[in-house]
Nanobody, 127 residues
Framework: QVQLVETGGGLVQSGDSLRLSCGASGGTLYKLAVGWFRQAPGREREFVAAIDWSGQRLFYADSVKGRFTISRDNDNTAGYLQMNSLKPEDTAVYYC????????????????????WGQGTQVTVSS
């Protein structure tokens, strides 16, 4: 059973950058897709970015495209979300998730397809 722990959240100003990490324990991220989702107060959890098990295919929500970059370690122990040019509307709890056997491009943004979830890390962007 893989456990995921997010780190790197915090309070920043508009235009700043943050790098979130998603560490795996109790197992590795080998052959698992990794996704990042976020949930703002009063809103549903939404897709942010995902990377397939090989690191070859990357997916982004339109709202973060060009500002956020998802990546993963070659040793399959961690995933990352580099967030640049942060905006107040990026304020949310950010969750990482991992999925077994995810192949089709239209599934990476579906949170119901993910098997493992972290506890989340708060990101607050002030204007």
């Amino acid at each position: 059973q893989v456990q995921l722990v997010e780190t790197g959240g915090g309070l920043v100003q508009s235009g700043d950058s943050l790098r979130l990490s998603c560490g795996a324990s109790g197992g590795t991220l080998y052959k698992l897709a990794v996704g990042w989702f976020r949930q703002a107060p009063g809103r549903e959890r939404e897709f942010v970015a995902a990377i397939d098990w090989s690191g070859q295919r990357l997916f982004y929500a339109d709202s973060v495209k060009g500002r956020f970059t998802i990546s993963r370690d070659n040793d399959n122990t961690a995933g990352y979300l580099q967030m640049n040019s942060l905006k107040p509307e990026d304020t949310a709890v950010y969750y990482c998730a991992a999925a077994i056997g995810m192949k089709y491009s239209n599934t990476f943004n579906d949170l119901t397809r993910y098997d493992y979830w972290g506890q989340g890390t708060q990101v607050t962007v002030s204007s």
